[in-house]
């Protein structure tokens, strides 16, 4: 970016809301802190909130937590989930039809908005109205129910979404919507929402796994596609692709290291034991050097436990080729994971908002979902062809190295590349900070 841009990024800014609820809606945030006018505000624990407010949050994502968590528990854990899922279900998109009418989960947040949830902190923005970006659905109903002075923006966050993500009114709404693909814009509208109201910009991508002309991303993902394709199959078979969009096919070297997994656990730490059996797995490919294992605890100090608990069992604690990534703080954490992924091969994670970091070049072993929204970002990482589903962990030793060897992960990670969106942060900035629409990538955003 040079100086020009740079300076008009610096004269103006907005207010960035998120929720502390799991990592999705923070992630979704991180890349926008340094444009943002004081960083993130914490839609559950924010300064000024009231304790009734805070109760409700804390209840709400203590909730969450635990009936993810009790999801493990045979026969009763996935009825009491589905229960729970229900609420926040994803409706059939065909036939296509009127779907603006409110749903439970819409109805039950916006009882609490109306006693008073978001209320302070709507009166306290609105002494410095900038615009408004969220990447919680919830903080527009607080914007539009007490009457926010200024422009709200809402990133969403998943492939397709539920009818909670549009305004409790769509057809009064102001709100403009940055949709990660096509398949959300036209939901969207299904709900209500004015299509001149939304924006196909892309996911958020963090910026320093992409640089200036998407440089570092491709230096990235020539050296990954020696690493996942060493016996050349994927490199031979689409030689001209590879030359077309990324690098001629003689600068994809041998590999400068082993293949490198990284396993991230969900905001509720609720697969943690699945990290566990990888690394039981994958045990004497570790000591052997044929494989790098990330285990991602994120910013839960019981996982960090877990793993550190999982290390000395395997007596792997002091091995160079395992790492737990973890820091209590969140901020910091992506920061610490946003580096390991540049030297990450695969990327093994539930359909989560990390299904879109595909984008990044990064072939997604995709973990059983948890949710409606996760099964339809599973479809989506299937369609772009940047997903495989996970085969049996305990036996993670064989299989992953067949599909390392037949060149299927570094096809995946190349069509994550070319059909993944890259440049939402930049898109999403270009809208608010310059508004500059038509900058948008001119790409088609699946």
Known sequence: ???KKEEVLKNRC???ISVDMGYGHQRAAYPFIASSC???ITANDYLGASLVEKKIWNRDRKNYELISRFKKVPLLGDKVFSLMDYFQRIDSFYPRRDLSKTNIQQQTFFRKVKNGLGKNLIEELNKDPLPILTTFFVAVYFAEYYNYKGQVYCIICDADISRAWAPVDPAKSNTIYLAPNQRVKERLML???????????GFPLPKENIGDEQLILKEDLRKRLAVLDPNSAYRNKYEKLIENYLCPKEKINGADRPPTLTFAVGGAGAQKELGKTILESLKN??????IRLNLVAGSRPEVYEYFSEALKDNFLNNNENVKIIYDENKIEYFKKFNIALRTTDILWTKPSELSFYSGLGLPIIMAEPVGSQEHYNRRWLLGIGAGVDSKNPKYTNEWLFDFIDS????????????????????????????GRINEIERVRIM
């Open 38 to 40: 004081g960083g993130v």
């Open 191 to 201: 709900y209500g929402v004015k299509e001149m109201n939304i924006y196909v910009t």
């Open 285 to 290: 490919k570790i000591e052997d050097g044929k």
């Open 14 to 16: 907005f207010h960035l």
């Open 1 to 3: 970016m040079d100086n």
């Open 407 to 434: 060149g299927w992960l570094a096809e995946a990670a190349m069509m994550g590349f070319l059909n993944a969106p890259k440049m939402g942060t930049y898109n999403i900035e270009n809208i608010i900070l310059k």
